[in-house]
T-cell receptor, first 119, second 113 residues
Framework: AQTVTQSQPEMSVQEAETVTLSCTYD???????LFWYKQPPSRQMILVIR??????QNATENRFSVNFQKAAKSFSLKISDSQLGDAAMYFC????????????????FGQGTILTVHP | DGGITQSPKYLFRKEGQNVTLSCEQN?????MYWYRQDPGQGLRLIYY???????QKGDIAEGYSVSREKKESFPLTVTSAQKNPTAFYLC????????????FGSGTRLTVV
């Protein structure tokens, strides 16, 4: 079974600065997708960014970018020019693309990292 | 607008009672999921359904039951067999192919009183 680990329970950053959230995962599969979700105080889960394992280019969405290291099974999220609205819990998640596997389609989450943004 | 509706937002259960959490989607998504969220443990999968009239146990199915009689509906029943039901419950759906993440509902907070 796949596992996702977020080793930073809490992180903080000053407004306008850059912060990186870490995520590692364990899998024996070669085809999968990785996601970062944001959960603000409203508790609504919001998709931030996704990465396909077969794509070497790191995904970018405005101020959010990832550093995907497939061999190291690492998938970190970088938030540039941090804003007060970025304060939330962030979850890293893994989704198998192996149609023959028992985990196909299921999303496995890490424990989450609480991000605080200081004005 | 399309989305997922979970109700109620807050739910209180007495010891020994069964309660049902509602999840409805109008996105025409095939697959639906129920997750439980506890502090410090992330989201854990309870049950999921990839097609009408079919569903599978997730990682923590004991004490829960589901049904999938309609594509748009996936209710979760928390039975009296669930010893520690106080948690935040999230319902999600997806069109199917793994490139898509999930769309989530706004959640139900269940408290045992």
């Amino acid at each position: 079974a796949q596992t996702v680990t977020q080793s930073q329970p809490e992180m903080s950053v000053q407004e306008a600065e850059t912060v990186t959230l870490s995520c590692t995962y364990d899998t024996s599969e070669s085809d999968y997708y990785l996601f970062w979700y944001k959960q603000p105080p409203s508790r609504q889960m919001i998709l931030v960014i996704r990465q396909e394992a077969y794509k070497q280019q790191n995904a970018t969405e405005n101020r959010f970018s990832v550093n995907f290291q497939k061999a190291a099974k690492s998938f970190s999220l970088k938030i540039s020019d941090s804003q007060l609205g970025d304060a939330a819990m962030y979850f890293c998640a893994y989704r198998s693309a192996d149609a023959g596997g028992t985990s196909y389609g299921k999303l496995t989450f890490g424990q989450g990292t609480i991000l605080t943004v200081h004005p | 607008d399309g989305g997922i509706t979970q109700s109620p937002k807050y739910l209180f259960r007495k010891e020994g009672q069964n309660v049902t959490l509602s999840c409805e989607q109008n996105l025409n998504h095939d697959a639906m999921y129920w997750y439980r969220q506890d502090p410090g443990q992330g989201l854990r999968l309870i049950y999921y359904s990839q097609i009408v009239n079919d569903f599978q146990k997730g990682d923590i199915a004991e004490g829960y039951s589901v049904s999938r009689e309609k594509k748009e509906s996936f209710p979760l029943t928390v039975t009296s067999a669930q010893k520690n039901p106080t948690a935040f419950y999230l319902c999600a759906s997806t069109p199917g192919p793994p490139i898509y993440g999930y769309t989530f509902g706004s959640g139900t907070r269940l408290t045992v009183v």
